[in-house]
C-alpha cells in the first residue's frame, strides 16, 4: 500500500464526517499480523482522554498537519510537551511503556501514523487518567 496524498484525503475527508472527528485505516499485511500499524486521521477537537499503553511503546509519525503530545505523571501533572509537524524539529516520536499521554490536534487535516507491538487490546479502564 502507499500513503498517499489522495490517501490521506480520504481519511481526513471521513474524520471530519465522523463524530469523534477522527478516523484510522489499518495498514497491517492481514488480521493474523501481530503488531499495529495504521494511519490516523485527526481533526481539532477530537476527544482522545489522557491513557498509556502498558503492554507497549507507541511510535508516532506526523504525516500532515500539526498535533501536540502531552505527557503526564501518576499525578495528572504535565510533564512534557512535544509539538509534532512535517518539516519541523520534530516529525516523529516513540511514547514509552506506560507513559501517560493524549494529543491535542491544532491543524485540520492532521494525519499520523502510528505503531505499536502485539495485536490490538482496547484500553482498559485502569490504562485511562480520570
Same mark, same amino acid.
Given at each position: ?59 508516532? !509519525?506526523?504525516?500532515? /498537519? ?8 501518576? %499525578?495528572? #501533572?504535565? *510533564?512534557?510537551?512535544? +509539538? ?20 491535542? !490536534?491544532?491543524?485540520? /487535516? ?8 502485539? %495485536?490490538? #487490546?482496547? *484500553?482498559?479502564?485502569? +490504562?485511562?487518567?480520570?
Amino acid at each position: 500500500m502507499k500513503i498517499t496524498q489522495a490517501l490521506m484525503d480520504e481519511l481526513t475527508a471521513e474524520a471530519k464526517a465522523s463524530p469523534r472527528l477522527r478516523m484510522n485505516r489499518d495498514l497491517r499485511n492481514s488480521p493474523e499480523d501481530k503488531s499495529q500499524r495504521m494511519l490516523n486521521a485527526l481533526e481539532p477537537g477530537t476527544p482522545l482522554p489522557i491513557h498509556r499503553h502498558m503492554k507497549s511503546s507507541e511510535t508516532v !509519525v506526523c504525516l500532515r /498537519g500539526h498535533l501536540r503530545e502531552i505527557f503526564y505523571n501518576d %499525578a495528572g #501533572e504535565v *510533564t512534557d510537551v512535544i +509539538d509534532l509537524a512535517p518539516n519541523s524539529d520534530c516529525v516523529a516520536l516513540n511514547i514509552p511503556i506506560g507513559q501517560w499521554h493524549t494529543v491535542e !490536534v491544532l491543524e485540520g /487535516g492532521t494525519v499520523i501514523m502510528e505503531v505499536k507491538d502485539g %495485536a490490538y #487490546e482496547p *484500553t482498559g479502564p485502569e +490504562d485511562i487518567l480520570a
